[in-house]
């Protein structure tokens, strides 16, 4: 049973690729309808109406630019792997030197002591902390968050705040258009009724707006979700867990939750990219080690 309940999971891996087609084809939609039959005939009008659509156009592209680089970063981005005989390493064995380490047959203590899911059956490999094994990747993923069939890939440690930005983007973009739309969505039966509008542009139009409406509200719930998961530093899966503890461990309050996800650089928290610095100063980034609140240190 196993096994085929894996080849399901695995089946839907192929399937994803499939969604990149469905993103691509929601914005070639949503292209058309703003830029070439909203936005275009405005520009060629004159005065006030040619300024507003070419700022329009402007963000719209900017927007769209920023949101297709952070898709094609989380989606390209490995969300971090397990090193092949991993296991952790206690802080009496870290004084000892020529100690085996790769020996899997203790790999079932955790840096904390707490996690009892130190060692993974399926990968055969000891699990770090807030490791999960993911069954459409078939593997564990460091900080797993979620599989993503959006983006065809784990969110992790490693392609979070890439996941978020494509989220954030996706929001502004979709939002943007429902506004832009939303004239063209009211004159529809009137249009449709004049035979003003070609019944193509008509339809473009409000598709495009139903589309975008529909995802920049459910958008917004996944960011506002997100938006609170980042500020105490959980991952969707340790919801659960983290409502049975009075103090979740790895709330290190607001701003360093923040840094954890979006490193340092302010000017780089909107870009999906990293500082040199910050990677090779925040473990959470690699998704092996995590600070601990004080408080709760052993
Ligand atoms: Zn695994
Ligand atoms: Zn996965």
């Known amino acids: 049973m196993e096994i085929n309940v894996f080849k399901l999971c695995s089946g839907l891996k192929v399937l994803g690729y499939l969604m990149i087609l469905l993103v691509a084809a929601i914005i070639a939609v949503s292209y058309h309808a703003v830029v070439i039959v909203t936005c275009g005939p405005q520009l060629l009008r004159g005065g006030a109406h040619s300024v507003l659509a070419f700022a329009i156009i402007m963000i719209f592209h900017f927007l769209l630019i920023m949101l297709l680089w952070s898709y094609f970063t989380v989606l390209s981005k490995d969300p971090g792997s397990v ?3 991993w296991r952790a390493v206690l802080p009496e064995e870290a004084l000892e030197t020529g100690s085996s380490l790769n020996d899997r047959s203790d790999c079932v203590v955790a840096t904390d002591g707490l996690d009892r899911r ?4 399926h990968c055969e490999n000891g699990k770090p902390p807030r490791c999960h094994h993911c069954s459409v990747c078939q593997r564990c993923v460091l900080k797993m968050d ?3 069939v959006w983006v065809v890939n784990c969110v992790g440690a490693r392609n979070y705040k890439f996941f978020l930005l494509f989220l954030l983007y996706t929001f502004m973009v979709t ?3 429902t506004l832009v ?4 969505f009211i004159n529809f039966f009137g249009k449709a009724k004049n035979h003003s509008s070609s019944p193509g542009d008509l339809a473009v139009i409000f598709l495009a707006f139903v589309l ?3 995802f920049a509200l459910s958008l917004l719930c996944f960011l506002v979700m997100h938006a ?3 500020s105490s530093n959980t991952t969707s899966i340790e919801v659960y867990e983290k409502k049975g503890a009075a103090r979740w461990k790895y709330d290190l309050g607001r701003k360093k939750n923040f840094e954890q ?3 340092t650089k302010k000017a780089l928290w909107f870009f999906p990219l990293f500082s040199k610095e910050d990677v090779d100063k925040i473990p959470a980034l690699h998704g092996l080690d995590f600070p601990i609140r004080a408080d709760l240190e052993s």
């Open 175 to 177: 939002t943007m258009d």
């Open 146 to 148: 979620h599989h993503c």
């Open 118 to 121: 130190a060692f993974c059956n």
């Open 83 to 85: 090193p092949e005989n």
């Open 181 to 184: 739309l939303l004239p063209g």
């Open 212 to 214: 975008n409406l529909a």
């Open 261 to 263: 996800v979006f490193g």
């Open 228 to 230: 609170s998961l980042v």
